[in-house]
Nanobody, 118 residues
Framework: QVQVAESGGGLVQPGGSLRLSCAAS????????MDWFRQAPGNQRELVAA?????STRYADSVKGRFTISRDNNTVYLQMNSLKPDDTAVYYC??????????????WGQGIQVTVSS
């Protein structure tokens, strides 16, 4: 079983920065894709950023130029700069790959709050 855990959220003023981390643990053979989603109150969960094997990345239009996704082994990061109040949401990571039995997995973190407010 693969578990993931997010860290690094909190309260920040507009224009500030935060770095989210999401670490996977368990019996992992490989991780093919690592995504960050977010969900604000009353809104659907939306994809913020994704990185796949080979380090190809993509971003939601609303965060391009401000957010950067990166990975290091079984950890994925989301560097968030120039934060805006509209970035306030619960952020979730999702990791997909193969476990040690070569079975596919898709694991979600518990979510972490990011609040941008003065």
């Amino acid at each position: 079983q693969v578990q993931v855990a997010e860290s690094g959220g909190g309260l920040v003023q507009p224009g500030g920065s935060l770095r989210l981390s999401c670490a996977a643990s368990g019996t992992i053979f490989s991780i093919a894709a690592m995504d960050w989603f977010r969900q604000a109150p009353g809104n659907q969960r939306e994809l913020v950023a994704a990185v796949v094997t080979g380090d190809s990345t993509r971003y939601a239009d609303s965060v391009k130029g401000r957010f950067t996704i990166s990975r290091d082994n079984n950890t994925v990061y989301l560097q968030m700069n120039s934060l805006k109040p509209d970035d306030t949401a619960v952020y979730y990571c999702n990791l997909r790959g193969l476990d040690s039995d070569y079975d596919p997995f898709s694991s979600w973190g518990q979510g972490i709050q990011v609040t941008v407010s003065s």
